[in-house]
């Protein structure tokens, strides 16, 4: 565990800048105040003053809410050039074990050539949590909030000073120069990362929820999340490992550009195919989304459950069918005392 | 990459979310977690607005009609070809031979324009905007009842209510993140009484769901009415303090038939009384309502019924409990606000107070006009009988929209002269003669007015494609043209126009209003905090809230054994109106692909109809095609979503006004089903 100061960063971006990277870390929209993952030249530019999250998944550098993948001329086929080198410092724990979920799917038996160019231009800077939001349970997903594998960096933000430990050999060679952290740090950072697991909102039903999913298919479980889903998608839109998109062509006249969107599989028009749909109803696709998050079976390629607990879903869900209403209906059923 | 906060077009709750920019190019949106009004969510229709905004077949340039072609033609030419032919028709024929058609997709600013080029520069009050066919009756049934023809409450509020009486609204399709309050009540406690003839997506998430007879309304909230009164269980201290024509509604109650209101509503009298209990009862009660009462030929006799039930109960004018009509498109409030209405001036002043019209006359410096203007259903009439000669269409699609579209069709075909303005080659651009590419939200700055009143910043995010200008700069440049001193160099000037017109608006700046989220009028001064709820403590706008004697009338165009069945329209939560913009999002048009006609499956089969089949529905006025789809709807009754273009099911609605707002009977027509055998 290495120890910076703000002035140690400063040379690090400009030491990142030089070797080409865009720099990309919290700040606050004009307007609105949300935070978001925007381009910085410096170090004092970063706002990590009262984020805690964006509401935007960065899954968004490599899976890009709508891009397009080709243009289509009479005579050449011209793929989207991906080339630029990036680093998103300040990813949340959460969100990491996301993208490493994520890298199963684009990354796995068939590789998503789009995906893998940005993943492979991109250095990650995960900043760990101390002060998580009441939607946030990433401790009992088992994703946060100390990241523990997946970043070439992480950072732990002591107010005064700041500790660094390397994920990767990329990662390593940055913070070589540095000066290893004191006893008296090291034993700092151990009490906040325990007084951090304290400010946590209680969740007595996630845990055992989380780990033992197994409910039928005709549970009423389904019916009662169902009924109050809006189709408005937002839960897979934000969810940083939900994977699956549309494709669409837009005709421009001279050329035809195919581009990708986000997909969510709470639409009826997802499932749809020949003859019959097979996940006719709203309760049905409840069922489907998730399964594809907590099934133990389904999850069994990742080593883990498909959900890391970021709370997105619980903040932007218009029906308040999320996955917390789920364990607790879960508990319920459960009758866990 | 650039983000840029900015409002939702689509309907009227007025959600936040950031455009993201990059490279000249909308790439993508996040709803805003701070604002309050979705606090993090959007629709999907929400989630996919960005897609519009560089589709292909945006109108880009300039085009004048040469035969039956549209030639590409320069800003001056069309302007100068513009104003010529609207000089050459006013001295000609007069200022009323124009009909201005202004826009609920334009921003606060424009629709002020152009109700100003209506009336200072062509000097006609016939202007008129969509409004006139979705919430008239809302602005002259809640005027007449409490002064103000608006939401009483704000979008946030509706949570805390314990009761809910949701009439003619699927909320949880046509405006979810007002859902979003609802389920939120629900999951606090609140009960939810839904009434409509057809048991839609929020009917299933509620305690009740009066299913009544389409158009039967008014029997329905007297008879409620009644059974409070006759239970004493209204608010005498209320009544008594702040209203007028009680005395004479308790007597009109008396003779009012309780016997005959199950036959005609389809509701049996043990439910209805559950409800009017349940209603006067629990506090705070509050009522949503929505198209389903007003596009009928009682329209605002339905608000006023409505109105009447809030009246007696003393259910107004504290937080969560009021009567809240939900708006349906992203500015309707505003350009109802800005008077694209025949009827009024700015901020519904009328033309009949001398002293409002010297203000406006000396503000403008020129006479304005003080008849009364023909409202959108009365202009297809008056086109084909020659009064109107030229009309300037702004940001709508009256050939698709409007009631007995055919008719529309052949009057805009029928005129002299026709200028569009849109961002989408529409039905209503393929018959002008001048057609000027407008800029749409993303690409302009400017005010919308959502639903709670609440006026809020949209801001520019890209430029607009081709030579497509904003609407406010085209106006002005048409103005100017016909010789009018129109210089402004930004909307906010504009807005500065409006505050010292308008007195609901008296407080608005955009130094304001880029402070915060937006005001909610009335903002009577620029230290007025703006107003969350109307009507405090009984204060009516109006003085003291006014009880309506409102009697039941059958729809005009009634089911008999050639036309058995009633057909009722609605919104699908995946489109929006016609589809111009919706129809060109890739899972929108997915997930809704074609047009389908909702029946009960007994009455389905009893024609030899089943699901999936498709099938011709026909009306005294046109004939269109649908797929059928099962659902739970009052006997005989069967419904259809108007976003399909290539199936205009306005083309079977018919067109009798209500006589207050002049309101067509748009909801309800009587049809007949036949399958479609053989073809294919």
Redesign the interface.
């Known amino acids: 565990m290495k120890k910076l100061t703000a002035k140690d960063f400063e040379n690090l971006f400009e030491n990142w800048r030089n070797e080409g990277y865009e720099i990309y870390a919290p700040q606050r929209a004009p307007y609105g105040g949300d935070f978001f993952f925007e381009k910085v030249e410096s170090f004092h530019q970063c706002e990590f003053d009262g984020f805690v999250n964006t509401l935007k998944p960065p899954k968004d550098f490599f899976f890009p809410q709508d891009a397009p993948t080709l243009k289509l001329y009479r005579k050449k086929l011209e793929l989207t050039e991906i080339s630029k080198k990036k680093i998103i410092f300040g990813i949340r724990p959460c969100d990491l074990e996301g993208l490493l979920i994520l890298d199963k799917f684009y990354l796995g038996n068939i590789t998503d050539p789009f995906y893998r160019a940005r993943r492979e231009n991109t250095l990650l800077v995960t900043f760990a949590c101390f002060n998580p939001l009441p939607t946030c349970f990433c401790k009992e997903a088992n994703a946060g909030p100390v990241a523990k594998r997946g970043f070439d960096i992480q950072v732990f933000d002591l107010g005064d000073v700041y500790l660094a430990e390397a994920g990767s050999d990329k990662g390593r060679r940055y913070l070589e120069k540095f000066e290893e952290a004191g006893e008296d740090l090291l034993k700092k950072l151990e009490e906040e990362n325990k007084k951090t697991l304290e400010k946590f909102s209680p969740r007595p039903w996630a845990e055992q929820n989380l780990y033992n999913f197994n409910i039928s298919k005709d549970s009423g479980i389904w019916r009662e999340l169902g009924k109050y889903c809006l189709k408005c998608g937002g839960c897979n839109y934000l969810c940083p490992t939900c994977s699956c998109f549309n494709t669409y062509d837009l005709n421009y006249g001279g050329y035809i550009e195919q581009r990708r969107e986000w997909d969510s599989c709470l639409l009826e028009g997802y499932h749809r195919m020949a003859g019959s749909n097979p996940k006719p109803d709203a309760a049905s696709r409840m069922q489907f989304r998730f399964e594809c998050k907590l099934s133990p079976e389904i999850n069994k390629p990742h080593g883990r459950i498909s959900c890391t607990g970021c709370g997105r879903c619980i903040q932007t869900c218009i029906g308040d069918a999320h996955i917390e209403s789920l364990l607790i209906l879960m508990d319920k059923e459960g009758g866990r005392k | 990459?650039k983000?840029v906060?900015t409002v939702c077009p689509y309907c009227a709750v007025g959600c936040?979310f950031?455009l993201?920019v990059e490279d000249g190019r909308v790439?993508?949106?996040?709803?805003?977690?701070?604002?309050p009004i979705n606090?993090?969510?959007?629709?999907?229709k929400?989630?996919h607005a960005?897609?519009i905004i560089h589709?292909?077949d945006r109108l880009k340039f300039p085009m004048v009609k040469e035969g039956s072609k549209f030639k590409r033609v320069s800003w001056d030419e069309a302007v100068s070809l513009v104003a010529e032919k609207f000089q050459k028709i006013k001295n000609s024929y007069g200022p009323d031979a124009f009909a201005v058609i202004g826009s609920a997709r334009y921003t606060n600013e424009e629709n002020f324009l152009i109700q100003k080029f209506a009336r200072a520069v062509l000097g006609t009050n016939n202007v008129d905007h969509c409004a006139r066919i979705c919430h008239s009756p809302t602005v002259t049934g809640l005027s007449m009842a409490f002064g103000s023809g608006a939401m009483t409450n704000s979008i946030a509020e509706i949570e805390d209510a314990k009761m809910l009486l949701v009439v003619g609204s699927n909320t949880?399709e046509a405006h979810?993140?007002i859902?979003?309050r609802i389920?939120?009540a629900i999951?606090k406690g609140a009960k939810l009484v839904v009434v409509d003839p057809r048991k839609s997506d929020i009917a299933?998430?509620s305690d009740i769901h009066l299913q009544l007879q389409p158009n039967s309304d008014i029997v329905l909230f007297t008879a409620i009415a009644k059974i409070i009164v006759e239970n004493g269980l209204h608010n005498e201290d209320f009544v008594r303090s702040h209203t007028d024509g009680f005395d004479e509604y308790v007597k009109f109650l008396k003779d009012f038939d309780l016997s005959t209101v199950p036959e005609i509503t389809g509701v049996s009298l043990s439910l209805i009384e559950k409800v009017a209990r349940m209603y006067a009862a629990t506090s705070p009660s509050t009522i949503i309502y929505c198209l389903g009462v007003t596009e009928h030929l009682t329209g605002t006799e339905n608000v006023l019924s409505l109105a009447n039930l809030a009246l007696l109960t003393g259910h107004i004018g504290k937080p969560s409990t009021g009567v809240n009509p939900l708006r349906g498109q992203n500015n309707v409030q505003g350009a109802s606000d800005m008077a694209v209405l025949a009827e009024f001036l700015p901020g519904y002043q009328k033309y009949t107070d001398p002293v409002t019209v010297r203000k406006f006359e000396k503000e403008w410096g020129v006479e304005i006009p003080q008849n009364m203007g023909l409202t959108i259903g009365e202009y297809p009439d008056a086109i084909l009988s020659g009064k109107i000669k030229a009309m300037y269409i702004t940001g709508e699609d009256p050939a698709l929209t409007d009631p007995d579209a055919s008719r529309v069709q052949k009057a805009l075909e029928s005129l002299d002269f026709l200028v569009v303005q849109d961002i989408f080659m529409t039905k209503t651009a393929e018959m002008a003669n001048v057609i000027l590419p407008a800029a749409l939200w993303a690409e302009k700055d400017g005010t919308f007015t959502n639903t709670e009143r609440r006026i809020q910043?949209i801001?520019k995010a890209v430029d607009p494609p081709g030579e497509a200008k904003p609407d406010w700069e085209i106006i002005s440049m048409i103005a100017r043209k016909m010789g009018f001193n129109w210089n402004y160099r930004h909307p906010s000037e504009i807005m500065d126009e409006i505050a010292r017109l308008v007195p609901i608006y008296a407080g608005v700046s955009y130094d304001r209003l880029?402070k915060g989220w937006g005001l909610q009028w009335p903002v009577r001064s620029y230290e007025h905090p703006g107003t969350p709820y109307l009507h405090k403590d009984g204060n009516f706008t109006r003085g003291k809230g006014k009880f309506h004697i409102v009697h039941y009338k059958p729809p005009s165009d009634e089911r008999n054994d050639e036309y058995p069945f009633y057909l009722v329209t609605g919104r699908h939560?995946?489109h929006w109106h016609v589809g111009s913009m919706t129809g060109k999002s890739?899972?929108l048009v997915?997930?809704?692909?074609k047009p389908y006609v909702v029946m009960n499956r007994t009455e389905a089969e009893k024609i030899g109809a089943r699901e999936g089949i498709e099938v011709k529905i026909r009306s005294r006025r046109g004939e269109i095609r649908a797929f059928v789809k099962y659902g739970e709807l009052a006997p005989n009754t069967v419904f259809m979503t108007l976003h399909f273009p290539e199936e205009p099911v306005n083309l079977l609605m018919p067109n009798t006004l209500d006589p207050y707002s002049k309101m067509t009977d748009l909801k309800i027509a009587a049809v007949k089903i036949e399958p479609i055998k053989g073809e294919k």
């Open positions: 990459m983000r906060l936040n950031y993201e790439v993508g949106l996040t709803p805003s977690l701070n604002h606090q993090g969510g959007l629709c999907i929400g989630w960005y897609q589709h292909p949880t979810p993140l859902a979003r389920i939120r999951k299933e998430i910043r801001r880029e939560g995946f890739p899972e997915r997930e809704y692909p």
